[in-house]
């Protein structure tokens, strides 16, 4: 069973490692930055670059550490993936493009215009990660004010549409719905007849995961540790069995490799005792999302001073502090190469056959992940 | 007014452009060897010809235009490029986040255009079914809100169509400039909407120009704002009449026109009738004298339509731009 790595895209910015946490030097993020790039100061005066031209390099570095592409996350604070997305098409060659969305920001029919103009550019390298959304004060920031379940309803109706209008001829599709009215939709001959990007879903409600039995290629998780993740894939595999459906499974984490295990702790020690906020944005804790409360519970869910750093190690190197040293989901891996591979292989071994990876900052770490920890992984062949 | 000179895409130049190798013969070019790599190529031919920017117009047949936006102002330097779209894409705040990134990106050489007549069918083939002056209605809250998520911090909005609580780009997003603002039309909503929104407003060759230009500008003034004007305007233009003529004539008949209906240039104006609307046909000396008394008439940006888009569009760059170099690059 073939598996795919995708890296991470840092649409919010890149710190310059996980002992700067909250500096964001990369692409413009904290204004006034001694050591910012991209755009840096040249003689006292803005270089001219911007975000882009640091994006294109991780992709680039991506592209030839061996991952298939990268997902490219969404929020208020970010540069926005389709942007990004559409910039870089022709700087790559075989990155794909996971483009994190909403439905209910953009019409589906203007998705599916997006999606087919990109698969052009791109030669089909456009996957999507169709998000729902994590409620509370970002959503209404965004213009948003459906519900949390109503939310993956419209997600549903959003994904029939989008279908609906990428395979009709001629005109042919009409729509009727809650959210949605379309007549004689289809996309043009210019567009039409490319492959239908992949479906990564996400949500770890039970609408989320009655939608995800309808619509998901692959059921992406935020990593928890495995005996609840282990639960978690059990209870989509039955519901999608349910429905005659069964998706693949993806995971998304971030993992701290070095050459020691000892290394690796002290990496996370240097940036837990440095003096700050948790570099996480408080409003993404304050919505309706059960996938990040979860993450809460089993972690830490306060900031740094509280407690050691190690007794966040939930099990042998799974640990569930990222959240304070980076903005972004609490779980992921530390440890030796060799011990990261090990655990990677235990999430394959569950049934993972997709990976989402991420490690600060994006564009060495993709090298340094790519060429350490991805070429010891053994696969299924650990059971 | 410095006078702009923008090159219409051809959003929907169809798979045909590549045609497909027969099957003996090694093809190792990837999918991206299409219709996309022919506009990359268009765009750069706009921007080594000096040209101003590049209008992706909105076409249900063709590609997306913010899309070729994003990735035709990575491929270039200087030229503004111009994304056209109606306002049932997307939230207002959605188009303004994707849009700040494209202004990011590019040191802010984004445009909209905003279609807001569209044939109804049309419309309800995007999923769209707001119709007649709703469409007015709408666009004003769309561009409002966009331009409210885009200068104002904690920014609140509840309209017809649109609400937004605690909104507003936050920084690096904010700050930078909003995307400069093209409008068309000459129906009275669309002079009221403009004059309120516009910073280019987009004439044909058709209208009744100076009659549009005082209204708008009438009009704009009371708001106290004052729109550039632009001009969708097809051209041929060669060494001299003769050719121009003859090139004129062939497109005709490409065209599937009848030799005997063909329609002459206009002496006096150099207009032709035979583009489907009124285009410049002439030498390089006459098209330029009629672009010249547009200026004169306060025109100052040319949208301009020409075909085949490449060859065209290196040939505008070396034969007919420099003989408008003195008002290109002298103009206040
Ligand atoms: C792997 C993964 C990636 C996500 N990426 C984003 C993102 O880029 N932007 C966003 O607003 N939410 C993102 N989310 C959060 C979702 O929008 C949603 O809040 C979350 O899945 C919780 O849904 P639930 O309440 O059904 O658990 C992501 C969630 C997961 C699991």
């Given amino acids: 069973m073939p598996v795919d790595f995708y890296w991470r895209m840092a649409m919010e910015g890149d710190q310059p490692s996980l002992r700067r946490k909250g500096i964001v030097s990369r692409g413009g993020f904290t204004p006034g930055a001694v050591g910012g790039l991209a755009p840096g100061l040249r003689n006292g005066k803005l270089d001219g670059y911007s975000h882009v031209d640091y994006l294109a390099e991780v992709a680039k570095a991506t592209e030839a550490s061996g991952f298939v592409g990268a997902l490219l996350p969404s929020f208020p604070h970010t540069d926005d993936p389709w942007a990004a997305a559409a910039a870089l098409a022709r700087e790559t060659s075989t990155y794909r493009f996971m483009i994190a969305f909403q439905p209910g920001f953009l019409h589906p029919v203007q998705a599916a215009r997006m999606t087919a103009s990109l698969q052009l550019a791109t030669g089909g390298r456009t996957v999507y990660n169709v998000i729902s959304g994590g409620g509370g004060p970002q959503q209404l920031w965004w213009g948003d004010k459906v519900e949390h379940d109503d939310r993956y309803v419209r997600t549903s109706e959003f994904l029939d549409v989008l279908r609906g209008v990428w395979y009709a001829t001629d005109h042919s599709y009409d729509h009727e719905g809650r959210f949605y009215r379309v007549r004689g939709g289809g996309l043009p001959p210019a567009l039409a007849g490319q492959p239908f990007p992949e479906v990564f879903f996400t949500g770890s409600s039970k609408a989320a995961i009655a939608a995800a039995g309808r619509h998901a290629d692959y059921y992406l998780s935020w990593l928890e540790p495995l005996s609840s993740l282990t639960a978690k894939f059990e209870q989509v595999r039955e519901h999608s069995a349910g429905i005659g459906r069964s998706p693949r499974f993806a995971v998304r984490l971030d993992v701290l490799a070095r050459e020691t295990e000892e290394e690796a702790w002290q990496e996370v020690e240097r940036g837990w005792v440095r003096p700050g906020p948790a570099a996480t944005p408080a409003y993404v804790g304050l919505g309706d999302s059960v996938g990040w409360q979860r993450g809460q519970d089993l972690g830490s869910g306060g900031n740094g001073s509280r407690g050691g750093y190690r007794a966040l190690e939930i099990s042998p190197n799974v640990w569930g502090g990222f959240h304070v040293l980076r903005a972004g989901p609490a779980f992921g891996l530390v440890g030796d190469y060799r011990q990261v591979a090990a655990r990677l292989d235990e999430l394959i071994a569950l049934g993972a056959e997709a990976f989402v990876l991420g490690g600060v900052p994006h564009l060495e770490e993709a090298y340094r992940v790519g060429a350490h920890v991805l070429p010891l992984l053994r696969g299924a062949a650990v059971r | ?332």
Avoid: C
């Fill in chain 2, 1 to 332: 007014m410095r006078p702009e000179f923008h090159l219409t895409l051809p959003v929907e130049d169809g798979a045909s452009v590549f045609p497909a190798l027969p099957g003996f013969v090694t093809d190792v070019r990837p999918g991206a060897a299409g219709p996309y790599e022919r506009l990359a190529r268009i765009g750069r031919a706009a921007e080594l010809a000096g040209m101003g920017g590049v209008l992706a117009p909105f076409d249900p047949a063709g590609q997306d235009s913010l899309i070729v936006a994003g990735g035709l102002l990575r491929g270039s330097r200087h030229m503004r490029v111009a994304a056209e779209f109606h306002a049932g894409i997307a939230t207002p705040v959605y188009a303004a986040k994707l849009s700040a990134s494209l202004q990011r990106f590019s040191g802010d050489r984004l445009d909209w255009r905003l279609a807001v007549d569209l044939d109804p069918r049309v419309a309800r083939s995007q999923g769209d079914f707001v119709e007649g002056a709703e469409r007015y209605a709408r666009a004003e809250e769309f561009l409002t809100v966009a331009r409210g998520v885009w200068h104002e911090e904690d920014y609140g909005f509840a309209g017809r169509f649109y609400e937004v609580l605690g909104g507003g780009l936050l920084f690096p997003l904010s700050g930078r400039a909003f995307p400069r603002v093209q409008l068309s039309g000459t129906s009275a909503d669309a002079m009221a909407l403009s004059a309120r929104h516009a910073d280019l407003h987009v004439f044909g060759p058709e209208d009744d120009l100076d009659a549009a230009i005082a209204e708008l500008g009438a009009l704009a003034a009371q708001m106290g704002r004052s729109p550039a004007y632009g001009l969708r305007l097809p051209l041929l233009a060669r060494e001299d009449d003769d050719e121009a003529r003859r090139d004129a004539l062939r497109l005709w008949l490409l065209r599937s026109g009848a030799r005997e209906t063909f329609p002459e240039p206009e002496r006096a104006t150099r207009l032709w009738h035979g583009f489907g609307r009124p285009g410049l046909v002439g030498s390089y000396e006459n098209v330029a004298a009629a672009i010249r008394g547009y200026l004169d008439r306060g025109v100052s940006a040319f949208f301009l339509e020409v075909e085949p888009h490449l060859e065209e569009t290196y040939r505008l760059g070396e034969h007919l731009l420099p003989l408008l170099a003195k008002e290109i690059h002298n103009a206040g």
